[in-house]
């Protein structure tokens, strides 16, 4: 009879390197993705920022900073970039205490939540172009909004909501707004039920009303995850292309244009006229770039204090 | 039973191997016969087109070796044609080509080396058609592409309209404007908001809008572009009129609201289902507003209002370059056989064809001049014989102008948003586009201005 000894070191290490190829095998469609997808396009973009480049090969030459120097007396630029963080001080506070709000809604033990759950959600998987044209038909000067406003008598002529700056920045932002509360509705709740029941328990015990629970006990709780939801928002809306694209196109005059809309208009071969200089194009994501890494990390370090309430 | 088996395996054996010999035979056959690709972004000819070619394939086609595959690029053939290139996957013919890009590669054919080319050049040269723009030719002057197909363009206007509101004549016709300062006067007739009449609508979020309905009006109304070509300068004057109407227009309130936020495809469809004036086109919207969008009233089709029309001036039609070959289609088939495709694919066979069938104006009208039409298009014609009165000017000098404002977006940010006035802006046009021209040619040496100079330029309108 014999008697298989085995090893049981290697077997050991036998198995976990079968587990590890398993997992790089998972990985990599990823990882070839991510590094032909983005890492592999970011490089050539960067490396083009130093050169006047237009698709055309006899026509491109090393430019050093010129392309950088330009930049910062480009005021079209510098007013999309204002455009963008205007559009973020008017969203930001408008989109997460109405998410906030349902979420607190939404948590309490009713009938029906989870509809609701789930038509809040909704907006989020419908593609951006097709809510920028439904808001477009919907603020349209002879669409629903004037007709309702005109009817109930609230208006007596309809309006141009994209005749002037301020009206069509309020337009993107309830349309962006309409698309993005949903999925900040789903965090927040998921931050409320992590909260334990005996905390709660314990504030019905000491006699706080629902108030002083929400406010002292349930929101300093969810303070972390709060700190990630409203960087998530930050980010995102600062990021905001497509809505601007197909809703405005920067109407009227250029004056609604995000940096990240104004780029792509401008600068993107296909899109932009003949013969632009893509290099300029790529230093400006570039610098758009830092100056988004910048924003993102000095939120993260400045709202550090979320973290430690408790 | 076994007899039976036996029965079906050899049937079933005879039949894979008839089919197999089957398969031979074709192969045979289509190894004789090579397939050539070609791209087209012409999505609205592509049934007559395919028609055509479908013919071609099964007469000439056949007798000489060759089919084509015809496809159409609904939207952005540079960047398929170009993403193509990149993998050894070119058409072998296409459309909408960047000349200097590819010759620069090497990627298509000068028509000069094609056997028979110089004389197909000179069909075109000798109608008076300057092919040394960039959309037909390199740097060096060989010529890669010829034109095929124009458009004009003028101005739609609603005859019920013009009636309603008293602007005819004696006999009750309708009379467009000839001037800028009549199409004004007449838009604010026209507008009366309480009843929803608008006296004329502005596309100003399509991206052609700034060409079509102010940079090709200066033709007509001053003979000349923003590059003036005599002195090889950039002279922005000559918009300054154009400009001026429409900022009276604006402030008269008599443009269809939204103008900043409409883009062409909506602009057309209002004005075919609403009561509006009139509109800028080309001769590619009469398709849109007799079957896309049929205009509810009856339209009529005016030239380009002047500034001053007992000085006016030849004006603006669109004619740019048509088929490319790649260096492929020469290797496939040999440069004869290639050469037979392309002569085919700017046939005047094709372009009577289309224009019979609304598609397509021909370059030159006496291709067309004695087809007779399948039935009758509204504008079609009038819009076909503004050629009489048009041209395709010349090529302006380029200009390097990296993170500067072009002229469309100063009229649209700064003339229309009322921060700069018109001579302001006319002013930093003229410094701008000047400084670029300068700063464009020292940096391309290897470029000569004086290919974009010509002293003798003119284009008075005659007899009109």
């Known amino acids: 009879m014999k008697i298989a ?71 079209e630029y510098w007013q999309t970039l204002a455009n963008t963080f205007l559009f973020a001080i008017m969203k930001i506070p408008i989109e997460l205490p109405i998410a906030l709000l349902l979420a607190v809604l939404l948590n309490q033990k009713l009938k029906g939540t989870g509809f609701f759950r789930t038509m809040f959600y909704l907006p989020h998987i419908v593609s951006t172009a097709i809510i920028a044209l439904v808001f477009a038909n919907i603020f349209n000067y002879f669409g629903v909004i004037n007709a309702l406003m005109q009817k109930i008598g609230i208006l ?137 890494a910048t924003i993102t990390l000095s939120y993260q370090r400045y709202s550090q204090k979320l973290n430690d309430i408790y | 039973m076994k007899k039976r088996k036996k029965f079906l395996s050899l049937v079933i ?65 540079q960047q398929a044609v170009e993403m193509a290139f990149a993998s050894n996957q070119e058409p072998d013919m296409f459309t909408s080509c960047n000349v200097k890009k590819y010759s620069d590669s090497g990627d298509i054919v000068p028509l000069s080396t094609l056997p028979g080319g110089e004389e197909f050049i000179k069909k075109y040269t000798d109608l008076g058609i300057d092919l040394s723009g960039a959309a037909f030719s390199s740097s060096d002057g060989e010529v890669y592409c010829v034109p095929f197909s124009i458009n004009t363009f003028g101005l739609v206007y609603n005859k019920d309209m013009f009636k309603k509101y008293g602007i005819v004549d004696e006999n009750g016709e309708p009379t467009p404007p000839k001037t800028f300062e009549e199409v004004r006067e007449y838009a604010k007739i026209m507008t009366n908001e309480s009843e929803q009449d608008y006296g004329i609508i502005f596309p100003m979020k399509w991206s052609s809008f700034y060409s079509t309905d102010i940079g090709q009006l200066a033709w007509g109304s001053a003979g000349r572009g923003a590059y003036d070509c005599v002195t090889g300068t950039y002279d922005f004057s000559v918009y300054k009129p154009i400009y001026e109407m429409y900022i ?47 205009a509810k009233c009856d339209w009529g089709v005016a030239p380009y209002p002047v500034a001053d029309e007992n000085n006016a001036y030849l004006q603006w039609m669109g004619m740019g370059g048509y088929f490319a070959m790649s260096q492929s289609a020469v290797e496939k088939v040999g440069a004869e056989k290639a050469f037979e495709v392309f002569k085919f694919l700017h046939s005047d066979e094709i372009l009577q064809e289309l224009y019979k069938r609304g598609l397509n104006l021909p370059y030159d009208y006496s291709i067309v001049e004695n087809v ?93």
Request: proline letters at 3%; aromatic letters at 12%; charged letters at 20%.
């Open chain 2, 13 to 77: 054996l005879s039949v894979v191997t008839t089919s197999l010999f089957t398969g031979c035979g074709n192969s045979k056959n289509n190894a004789d016969v090579q397939t050539l690709q070609v791209w087209s972004h012409n999505s609205h000819s592509k049934m007559v087109m395919s028609e055509l070619i479908d013919k071609w394939n099964t007469d000439e086609g056949a007798k000489l070796g060759v089919k084509i595959e015809y496809t159409v690029k609904e939207s952005e053939i």
């Open chain 2, 248 to 294: 009276g227009i604006k402030n008269d309130n008599s443009c269809f609201p939204m103008t900043e936020s409409l883009d062409n495809d909506a602009a057309r469809a209002y004005f075919a289902e609403r009561n509006i004036g009139m509109k800028f086109a080309g001769s590619y919207d009469v398709g849109v507003l007799n079957d896309q969008f049929p």
């Open chain 2, 372 to 464: 007779k039409m399948d039935k009758e298009i509204n504008g079609w014609k009038e819009f076909a014989e503004l050629a009489k009165i048009s041209t395709n000017g010349y090529t302006s000098a380029n200009v390097e102008i990296t993170g500067e404002k072009k002229d469309a977006d100063v009229f649209k940010e700064d003339v229309w948003m009322g921060t700069k006035s018109v001579d302001e802006a006319i002013d930093e046009l003229n410094e701008r586009y000047n400084r670029g021209l300068k700063v464009y040619f020292e940096n391309n040496p290897d470029e000569d201005i004086n290919k974009y100079i010509n002293p003798q330029w003119s284009s008075v309108r005659n007899g009109e």
């Open chain 1, 156 to 292: 007596e002529q309809p309006v141009d909501w994209f005749g002037t700056k301020m009206k069509a920045m309020w337009v993107l932002v309830i349309a962006d707004t309409w698309k993005s509360f949903g999925v900040n509705v789903l965090y927040f709740l998921a931050a409320m039920q992590n909260i334990p029941e005996d905390v709660y328990d314990a504030c019905k015990i000491d006699g706080a009303g629902k108030f002083t629970v929400f406010f002292k006990v349930t929101l300093p709780l969810m303070a972390p995850v709060l700190q990630v939801i409203l960087m998530l928002s930050i980010i995102g809306t600062l990021q905001t292309n497509e809505l601007v694209l197909v809703l405005t196109n920067g109407a009227p005059g250029g004056s609604t244009y995000t940096v990240m809309s104004y780029i792509f208009q401008k600068y993107a071969p296909g899109l932009a006229d003949v013969g632009v200089n893509v290099g300029y194009g790529c230093a400006m994501a570039l610098v758009t770039g830092l100056i988004l």
């Open chain 1, 5 to 75: 000894i085995k090893n049981p070191v290697r077997r050991r290490w036998g198995k976990r390197e079968k587990y590890e190829l398993q997992a790089y095998i998972m990985l990599m469609p990823q990882i070839i993705g991510f590094l032909l997808f983005s890492i592999y396009p970011m490089i050539w973009a960067i490396t083009k920022s130093w050169y006047f480049y237009n698709g055309i090969s006899s026509d491109t030459r090393f430019v050093g900073w010129e392309n950088f120097i330009r930049l910062f007396s480009d005021g």
